[in-house]
């Protein structure tokens, strides 16, 4: 429950970014919720792990669909990391460090993180 509460406060910050158009990162925001019951799921059966720069990373296989649904999470973070690296004048790259050490800490146990030295371990 936590992890979802940090994930959704996460989604609210899309709408107080002005450097990207609302309605792209609205649309951005709406694709992120809806794959999260299945994001959850890939967690949950340790698929799927939070690596260091604030990505989702495969832990094991993955069918063409879940490959997917990753990619276009990933696809949909970077989006969203770099309209936040924009307006606060940073790198995308640091905006998702900080987000995986969010997630890490909101992280409940069986979640797959990778620390900051990218070594693997179970909350």
Known sequence: ???????????SLIFSIASASAAD???????????LPQIES????GLVGENNQGYLE????LSADQTKLVAAENADRKTVYTAIAKSANVSAAQVGQQRALQISKGAKPGLWLQDTKGNWYKK
Not at 1 to 11: A, D, G, N, S
Not at 25 to 35: N, P
Not at 42 to 45: E, F, G, V
């Open 58 to 61: 495969a832990r094991g296989s």
């Open 25 to 35: 990162l609205g649309a951005v925001k709406k694709a992120m919720q809806q794959r």
């Open 1 to 11: 429950m936590k992890q979802r509460v940090i994930i959704t406060f996460f989604l």
């Open 42 to 45: 890939l967690w949950s059966q």
